[in-house]
């Protein structure tokens, strides 16, 4: 049985003046910390259909990741990206042949594909779609909110998949997993009316949306347009390169140039990390935790990092946060131990960073480094020297 205790948020006046997003406020009551196991409804996402012959082909050409023509071929993550790199979108990606939904919708056994993306963006993104359809052969159309649903159903309990690798379409019902970072659970599309239909999301309890906005934060993973801003991101900074979401051995595509470009000559030198927000007199926090009555101000998304020292020299930018825990744009050789370059870090694990509230007074913020993050962001090269 599925209950809902849907939470809503308070948005500071300040912020809204300053044009800046807020999503949570500890003026509010901070949400609970997420359960072990739980489903949530994304009502912040949409879903667009391609179906037809050349569907692949086209994905193929457009998107960062690699689509295969197989009909038996899983889901994967992946994003649109501008001819400059920047980031246009980042999606899910659903193939729905076999599925209910394909027989009952398309009636044919034509391949098609369901992308799933932020809804804030989903009309943009149909428009880039169509700009590019030019002659090929499949239909588009995005889907209305009353057709699929997109769920996160998570446990801690279960073993989690290897990364990257994702669930085809099983027993009829379209889903994959959400391999961005361990833990994150399945992501499945229902019909709303399916929703409470027993199996279909596991014996969990649904959860609000703040939860599974917790667990994202506390793993590093950005979503959609707040956290990675349309035209205003490169993939890397967003980290859809190590959350599996490039294939860095496919063919051309839209905005490939620069992407590959930073991937074999390049340093990412920010990247998005996982921020805990403290007391400016408190002892700085050893682990990342949340804490669901931690005592928090208001604080506008977008707001600098400050090294907290007499220049206050700007490090990075926070994202978002949810009570004391978030995201924030992180200049890694300064705020946390990662070697990126054989240039030398400036790391100082004595350092202290702040931000500022609404109100101006400071606030401590530490940077964590996930465990799945430090595997897979590459050394610094080592350069060889060649004797005469």
């Not at 300053?18 to 999503?23: A, E, I």
């Not at 950005?222 to 801003?229: F, K, N, R």
């Not at 030398?344 to 694990?349: A, E, K, L, V």
């Not at 007074?361 to 480094?369: H, P, S």
């Amino acid at each position: 049985m599925i209950s809902s205790s849907p939470r809503a948020p308070y948005v500071c006046v300040r912020c809204i003046s300053r044009q800046t997003h807020r999503l949570y406020s500890s003026k509010a009551a901070n949400p609970s910390p997420p359960p072990a196991s739980g489903a949530t409804k994304l009502l912040s996402r949409r879903l667009i259909s391609i179906h037809g012959s050349e569907a692949p082909k086209f994905l193929q050409g457009i998107i960062t990741n690699n689509v295969r023509a197989d009909p038996q071929t899983a889901g994967f993550y992946g994003a649109f990206l501008t001819a400059s790199g920047r980031v246009m979108a980042d999606v899910f990606v659903y193939p729905t042949l076999g599925s209910n939904w394909h027989r009952d919708t398309n009636k044919d056994e034509e391949q098609g594909f369901l992308v799933e993306v932020d809804s804030a963006r989903a009309s943009d993104l149909m428009k880039h779609l169509k700009k590019h359809k030019l002659r090929s052969k499949f239909k588009l159309r995005l889907l209305e909110n009353d057709e699929l649903s997109v769920w996160s159903v998570w446990d801690e309990n279960d073993r989690w998949t290897a990364h990257t690798q994702s669930s085809p379409t099983e027993e009829s019902v379209i889903s994959l997993t959400d391999s961005r970072a361990p833990g994150l659970g399945k992501r499945i599309l229902l019909p709303p009316s399916s929703a409470r239909t027993p199996g279909l999301i596991g014996d969990v309890d649904e959860a609000p949306l703040e939860a599974y906005t917790v667990r994202r934060y506390l793993r590093g993973v950005p979503e959609g347009q707040l956290e990675i801003p349309w035209d205003d991101s490169l993939p890397m900074n967003s980290n859809i390169d190590i959350m599996g979401g490039i294939d860095f051995k496919k063919g051309c595509y839209l905005g490939q140039e620069l992407t590959i470009r930073t991937h074999h000559t390049g340093v990412v030198r920010r990247r998005i990390m996982p921020v805990q927000l403290y007391g400016i007199n408190d002892a700085v926090p050893e682990t990342l935790e949340y804490i669901s009555d931690a005592p928090m101000n208001e604080i506008s998304a977008g707001v600098d990092i400050r090294k907290d020292d007499k220049r206050r020299k700007a490090t990075g930018k926070l994202i978002a946060n949810v009570g004391n825990i978030g995201l924030g744009v992180c200049r890694l050789e300064q705020m946390t131990d990662l070697a990126i370059s054989s240039e030398g870090s400036s790391f100082n694990p004595d350092d202290r960073f702040l931000v500022q509230d609404c109100d101006g007074t400071d606030v401590g913020v530490k940077a964590f480094v996930p465990d799945w993050v430090r595997g897979r962001i590459r050394g610094p090269k080592t350069q060889k020297r060649v004797e005469p």
